[in-house]
T-cell receptor, first 112, second 114 residues
Framework: KQEVTQIPAALSVPEGENLVLNCSFT??????LQWFRQDPGKGLTSLLL?????REQTSGRLNASLDKSSGRSTLYIAASQPGDSATYLCAVRTGGGNKLTFGTGTQLKVEL | DAMVIQNPRYQVTQFGKPVTLSCSQT?????MYWYQQKSSQAPKLLFH???????NEADTPDNFQSRRPNTSFCFLDIRSPGLGDAAMYLC?????????????FGDGTRLSIL
């Protein structure tokens, strides 16, 4: 059974700092990994998707890496801004199924 | 423009009174999903439709059912809601099952049980 863990559970940083969020998963037979952002009381916004054959994906100030063999992914946020404050969730799709297995997220607060 | 639309945003129902949550999509995607997210927990897949084929997760309670009358709409029916069913319900879509296709989520419906 796939299990996804995100560390830390919460993070507070000053504006402008670069930061890394971590995601680990127990079953390396993944199809893809997706990073999402969730604002309070809202749904999920897809940030990046990394296919199993890829090592990283970039979008603006965000860079996600994937090391499938070690069961790890990181989300790097450059030059953080207060508007980046949200909960960040990673989710893996395992094997050929359609199901996403989510971590419980990292709650990020970027302070002025 | 919202592409996955969930109505209503907030729903209150009484213990044991059937309730239906609605999801529509303008993406013409083949796959539609329903997830349940309880407070401070990870979203958990309840079931999904690939076109008209219904796929139920093994641990989804019988109390939860779904209908997909056409490509654009999918409904979540809770036959007899209990207090433990209070949660955010998230609808998502994907074009197909290939590995490069992301899942796109709506804003969710927050369900409260009185």
């Amino acid at each position: 059974k796939q299990e996804v863990t995100q560390i830390p559970a919460a993070l507070s940083v000053p504006e402008g700092e670069n930061l890394v969020l971590n995601c680990s998963f127990t079953d390396s037979a993944i199809y893809n990994l997706q990073w999402f952002r969730q604002d309070p009381g809202k749904g999920l916004t897809s940030l990046l998707l990394i296919q199993s054959s890829q090592r990283e994906q970039t979008s603006g100030r965000l860079n996600a890496s994937l090391d499938k063999s070690s069961g790890r992914s990181t989300l790097y946020i450059a030059a953080s801004q207060p508007g980046d404050s949200a909960t960040y969730l990673c989710a893996v799709r395992t094997g050929g199924g359609n199901k996403l297995t989510f971590g419980t997220g990292t709650q990020l607060k970027v302070e002025l | 423009d919202a592409m996955v639309i969930q109505n209503p945003r907030y729903q209150v129902t009484q213990f044991g009174k059937p309730v239906t949550l609605s999801c529509s999509q303008t993406l013409n995607h083949n796959v539609m999903y329903w997830y349940q997210q309880k407070s401070s927990q990870a979203p958990k897949l309840l079931f999904h439709y690939y076109d008209k084929d219904f796929n139920n997760e093994a641990d989804t309670p019988d109390n939860f059912q779904s209908r997909r009358p056409n490509t654009s709409f999918c409904f979540l029916d809770i036959r007899s809601p209990g207090l433990g069913d209070a949660a955010m319900y998230l609808c998502a879509t994907s074009r197909d099952s290939t590995e490069h296709q992301p899942q796109h989520f709506g804003d969710g419906t927050r369900l409260s049980i009185l």
